[in-house]
């Protein structure tokens, strides 16, 4: 076998490859969207949000309460807050909800996919890859499972009895 003594073309490669760049937005995640109202509506198993976004200082309202008496539980304030969160925009928009319907991890579910979607409305280049990428554009379709005739749930049968 005959060896490769060619040390330039090597060279030229390495010097190639370093000229790439990410697919991704670079721009993205840096805080520097539009600051602008907007809407969306997100839903959740049987909950349904109707989320706005309006400039402002951070302050949320859900039903008429805040988030801290809505939703005790820290890891649903995480869930709805983290679209904000991800695209580092703490502080600048005042978040208006309604929601009705389903339980508490239904509804912080559906308020997610509706700050999601309102963002995404608001600048569209700026927010809709980073958004797409960590999943908060998708509408999760899992829901409860009909019951069917002759079973006592979904699928749970009546017990056997071989006697």
Do not use: C
């Not at 600051?35 to 198993?45: D, Q, V």
């Not at 509706?114 to 569209?124: E, H, K, P, Y």
Request: hydrophobic share 35%; glycine share 12%.
């Amino acid at each position: 076998m005959a060896e490769n003594t060619n040390d330039s073309a090597v060279q030229a490669t390495e010097e190639e490859l370093t000229s790439y760049t990410t697919e991704t937005n670079a721009g993205a995640g840096t805080g520097t969207s539009a600051i602008a109202p907007g809407y969306g509506t997100g839903r959740r198993k049987e909950a349904v949000a109707r989320v706005r976004l309006v400039p402002g200082t951070g302050k949320w309202t859900i039903n008429g309460r805040t988030l801290e008496e809505y939703f005790p539980s820290k890891l649903q304030q995480r869930e709805v807050n983290s679209p904000i969160v991800l695209l580092k925009l703490e502080g600048k928009f005042d978040v208006i909800v309604l929601v009705d319907g389903g339980g508490t991890t239904g509804q912080a579910g559906a308020i997610r996919l509706g700050v999601s979607r309102a963002l995404n409305a608001i600048d569209r280049e700026a927010n809709r890859a980073t958004l797409k990428k960590a999943g908060f554009l998708t509408r999760d379709a899992r829901v409860v499972e009909r019951k069917k005739a002759g079973l006592h749930k979904a699928r749970r049968a009546p017990q056997f009895s071989k006697r």
